[in-house]
């Protein structure tokens, strides 16, 4: 069982940034893929971002390359977003997740499916 809580979220002008948290409890953090999502008003959850477990590998939605940077703490067991240059249509609930990884390590996930555990959420919004 892992618990996820994220933090940082906020309101922010465009151009500004933010950087958001997520802590993770149990003892085996370092077994999970970690991945953000986002969810809109009215829109499906979608992509951000993922590492894989042993921090080696991540992966970026294209819109937002350059832009947003994830990275892990495992012996914090925490995950971080940090997203710079914010625009508007950045807007939404983001969401931490946890996704069990056997293997070297090196796998991340970009898809909702295979991420068992979520946080609650935490909004950003970015003001025009």
């Known amino acids: 069982q892992v618990q996820l809580v994220e933090s940082g979220g906020g309101l922010v002008q465009a151009g500004g940034s933010l950087r958001l948290s997520c802590a993770a409890s149990g003892r085996t953090f370092s077994m999970y893929a970690m991945g953000w999502f986002r969810q809109a008003p009215g829109k499906e959850r979608e992509f951000v971002a993922a590492?894989?477990?042993?921090?080696?590998?991540?992966s970026y939605a294209d819109a937002l390359k350059g832009r947003f940077t994830i990275s892990r703490d495992n012996a914090k067991n925490t995950v971080a977003l940090q997203m710079n240059s914010l625009k508007p249509e950045d807007t939404a609930v983001y969401y931490c997740?946890?996704?069990?990884?056997?293997?070297?390590?090196?796998?991340?996930?970009?898809?909702?499916?295979?991420?068992?555990?979520w946080g609650q959420g935490t909004q950003v919004t970015v003001s025009s």
């Open positions: 590492m894989s477990r042993s921090g080696v590998k991540s």
């Open positions: 997740a946890a996704a069990l990884s056997m293997g070297d390590g090196s796998r991340y996930y970009e898809k909702v499916g295979p991420y068992e555990y």
